[in-house]
C-alpha cells in the first residue's frame, strides 16, 4: 500500500540549533515528492518540489534532498518565524494512468527564541 | 496578483444536510485541486479539475463531488453529510495538471463543521 510517514511528529529546537526533518515514501511509479509549510488557520504554501533521487533544493535557511526512499528537510540555524507545521506529500502513478497526492501527517516545529 | 480564494470561510450544517463550497482560482490557472484535511487523516486528495473536466480522483464515497465551470472557478458539492465531514477543506490552483511539474497555490480552506 503506497504510504507517506513524516517523523518526527513534534520538534522543539532553540533558535540557531540546525536539525532535519524526514519523510519516507513507499509508492509504486514516484512522480515528484512536495514540500509544504503550513501556519495555523491557513493553507499549505509550497516550498520545494524533487523529482529524482539525488536530487537537492534550498531556499533560504530550508534545503530539500530526495533519496529513493525518503526526503530530507534540512533546517539550517532556524529562527522563531520558521516555527510550523511541515507536509510531505508525493505524487504517484495509478493503475488508470491518473496520479494521486499522498500527504504525510506533517513535522509540528517550534523555535524558541 | 490575487491569491486563491475560498467561499465562505466557515460553515456549520446539521447531520443530513448538502453543502456547496466554491473555490476561485488564481488568474490563469487552469487545474483545481480539492482536499480534505481533518487532525487525524491529515490531508486527503479528493479530485483535480481541468478544462472542466475531472482529471484525477482519490478515494472518497461519491457523495463527494465537483465540477469546474469555463472561467475555471470550481466548486465541491458534499451531499447527505456525515459528522464525519467536519473538516477543513482547502482548494489548490496550478497553471496546467499539478503532476506537469509545476506547482500547487493554497487557498485558505473552508472549515465546515457538521452537528
Known amino acids: 500500500e503506497d504510504q507517506v510517514t513524516q517523523s518526527p511528529e513534534a520538534l522543539r529546537l532553540q533558535e540557531g540549533e540546525s536539525s532535519s526533518l524526514n519523510c519516507s515514501y513507499t509508492?509504486?511509479?514516484?512522480?515528484?515528492l512536495f514540500w509544504y509549510r503550513q501556519d495555523p488557520g491557513k493553507g499549505p504554501e509550497f516550498l520545494f518540489t524533487l523529482y529524482s533521487a539525488g536530487e537537492e533544493k534550498e531556499k533560504e535557511r530550508l534545503k530539500a534532498t530526495l533519496t529513493k526512499k525518503e526526503s530530507f528537510l534540512h533546517i539550517t540555524a532556524p529562527k522563531p518565524e520558521d516555527s510550523a507545521t511541515y507536509l510531505c506529500a508525493v505524487q504517484a502513478d495509478q493503475v488508470s494512468g491518473t496520479y494521486k497526492y499522498i500527504f504525510g501527517t506533517g513535522t509540528r516545529l517550534k523555535v524558541l527564541a | 496578483k490575487a491569491g486563491v480564494t475560498q467561499t465562505p470561510r466557515y460553515l456549520i450544517k446539521t447531520r443530513g444536510q448538502q453543502v456547496t463550497l466554491s473555490c476561485s482560482p488564481i488568474?490563469?490557472?487552469?487545474?483545481v485541486s480539492w482536499y480534505q484535511q481533518t487532525p487525524g487523516q491529515g490531508l486527503q486528495f479528493l479530485f483535480e479539475?481541468?478544462?472542466?473536466?475531472?482529471?484525477n480522483k482519490g478515494n472518497f464515497p461519491g457523495r463527494f463531488s465537483g465540477r469546474q465551470f469555463s472561467n475555471s472557478r470550481s466548486e465541491m458539492n458534499v451531499s447527505t453529510l456525515e459528522l464525519g465531514d467536519s473538516a477543513l477543506y482547502l482548494c489548490a490552483s496550478s497553471l496546467w495538471l499539478a503532476g506537469e511539474r509545476n506547482e500547487q497555490f493554497f487557498g485558505p480552506g473552508t472549515r465546515l463543521t457538521v452537528l
Open positions: 488568474s490563469g490557472h487552469r487545474s
Open positions: 509508492v509504486s511509479g514516484l512522480r515528484g
Open positions: 479539475y481541468f478544462s472542466e473536466t475531472q482529471r
